[in-house]
């Protein structure tokens, strides 16, 4: 049972802080064991570079809540105090950026020392809203943590921004390395010892609670987040190892009808999901409020018919008509009232049409349950996303997996990983045993596409 811990209290702190290590024998070893320190908000630029120096910094990590920024532009060099620091290289990612340093420090009048830093800042956290944001921070602590078990005992991590983050960022990345070699840890232990270094840290219950979710995950699950080889491996060892996990989503997923998700990648298209439930008037007063650039369906007989135009290519509501033109694939929306201003209310939302009247196109995603259709289905869905801002798909078993396989190919293409246990959870919308499995067998089958995939590792 989850400890309970006094979350009332708050004060402010911008000392550098560093967090008691707690070194496992054996296997860890070769893992590195670096010393880590939490800054706080980064405000005196000159003293976070000495210490940066000072404790033979490797590592930064950042959640940054402003866009004040410690280090020059690319290519540009500047210094703080005795430090020099160059800025090699910035790699942009849709969630995180990594960024190569390079510092000098002038020891004396005959001597300098150089090093390379890399610093990873994550973009846009919310300490409102860790929930929503706990996906892309479990892959940003991958991420950061393959690079970090490659630095030397003697070299330290830097953590800076948000207190919640920073504090969840170190006890998640500790707790998970001592669960690959101990069966027991103790969450509430090290929440304490950091909420006595500072109280705000893990201010709130969410957060307390989130931890204990992610570690259980990775308790029953281990590692989902992976390379195509890894999963190869994965899948060479066990035939059945994706049912732990189907089972574990079945138990801890509360399934809607709806769902929103954003491309993975440089467009940032927002795909909203929306799913017939019979009552045909409030679908489309669904699709009118999301104001869609493009409305996908798959199966152009069933989506029709589900649409209201099974044998016909108009259909008016009493506020709004809808035709079909260009063989299904323009659909205009007019309203019917002229002259006038026509509110609609869905879901205690309300937004206005006046003398409104709209183009939609209309894509229909024909495919078998092959491994080669499905594939071609979801490139086809990313080419599309691509050109434009909002999409709506119409979900259904075919439309929903090509829909999954798309977020989760494109998330390879830019970070050489996939997570399918994540991308069906957050996505929220249910999915049979044979097509969690199929997601899987999709995405190893096609090697010759999936090989020339960029690497991104550092």
């Not at 281990?222 to 079945?250: I, P, V």
């Not at 138990?251 to 999901?273: I, Q, R």
């Not at 409030?282 to 099974?310: E, H, R, Y």
Request: glycine content about 4%; aromatic content about 12%.
């Amino acid at each position: 049972m989850m400890k309970k811990i006094d979350f009332s209290e708050k004060v402010d702190s911008d000392e550098m802080l560093k967090i008691p290590i707690q070194p496992i024998s054996g296997e860890y070893v070769n893992e590195g064991n670096p010393q880590v320190f939490i800054a706080g908000q980064v405000k005196c630029f000159v003293k976070f570079w000495e210490m940066i120096m000072t404790q033979q910094c490797r590592v930064i990590v950042g959640f940054p809540e402003t866009r004040t920024q410690f280090y020059p532009k690319v290519k540009r060099s500047k210094t703080y105090g005795n430090v020099k620091v160059s800025t090699l290289e910035k790699r942009h990612f849709d969630y995180f950026s990594i960024i190569i340093l390079e510092a000098l420090s002038q020891t004396n009048e005959y001597e300098s020392i150089s090093r390379k830093i890399f610093l990873f800042e994550f973009k846009n956290w919310a300490d409102y809203d860790v929930i929503s944001t706990s996906s892309r921070f479990v892959w940003f602590v991958n991420k950061v943590t393959e690079n970090t078990i490659k630095i030397s005992d003697g070299s330290s991590v830097i953590v800076y921004g948000s207190d919640e983050a920073s504090s969840l960022f170190v006890a998640y990345q500790q707790l998970a390395l001592h669960l690959k070699y101990k069966n027991k840890i103790n969450i509430y232990q090290l929440v304490v010892q950091l909420r006595t270094l500072n109280a705000r840290f893990f201010s709130t219950m969410e957060t307390y609670i989130l931890l204990h979710q992610l570690l259980l995950e990775i308790q029953i699950l281990g590692n989902t987040d992976l390379t195509l080889s890894e999963a190869r491996e994965k899948m060479t060892k066990s035939q059945f190892w994706f049912q732990t996990e189907f089972d574990f989503l079945e138990k801890t997923v509360k399934y809607g009808n709806n769902a929103s998700v954003v491309l993975p990648g440089d467009f940032e298209t927002e795909m909203v999901c929306v799913t017939y439930t019979g009552d045909l008037q409030k679908v489309w007063m669904k699709i009118f409020a999301q104001n869609p650039d493009l409305i996908v369906c798959c199966d152009k007989t069933k989506s029709l018919m589900d649409l209201g135009f099974s044998a016909k290519l108009h259909q008016n509501f009493d506020l709004v008509s809808l035709t079909l033109k260009n063989n299904f694939r323009l659909l205009d929306i007019k309203n019917r009232i002229n002259n006038s201003k026509v509110r609609f209310i869905i879901s205690c939302a309300s937004f206005d049409l006046k003398y409104f009247q709209r183009t939609v196109m209309m894509e229909y995603l024909e495919s078998t349950k092959t491994f080669e259709d499905l594939i071609l289905a979801s490139n086809i869905l990313c080419g599309l996303c691509r050109e434009v801002t909002k999409v709506v798909v119409i979900i259904s078993c075919e439309s929903l997996t090509v829909l999954l396989l798309c977020l989760l190919t494109e998330r390879i293409k830019s970070q050489s990983k996939f997570d399918v246990f994540r991308a069906v959870r957050d996505l929220g919308l249910f999915v049979t045993k044979e097509q969690y499995e199929l997601l899987y067998k999709c995405l190893l089958h096609h090697k010759q596409e999936i090989d020339i995939y960029a690497n991104t590792t550092c």
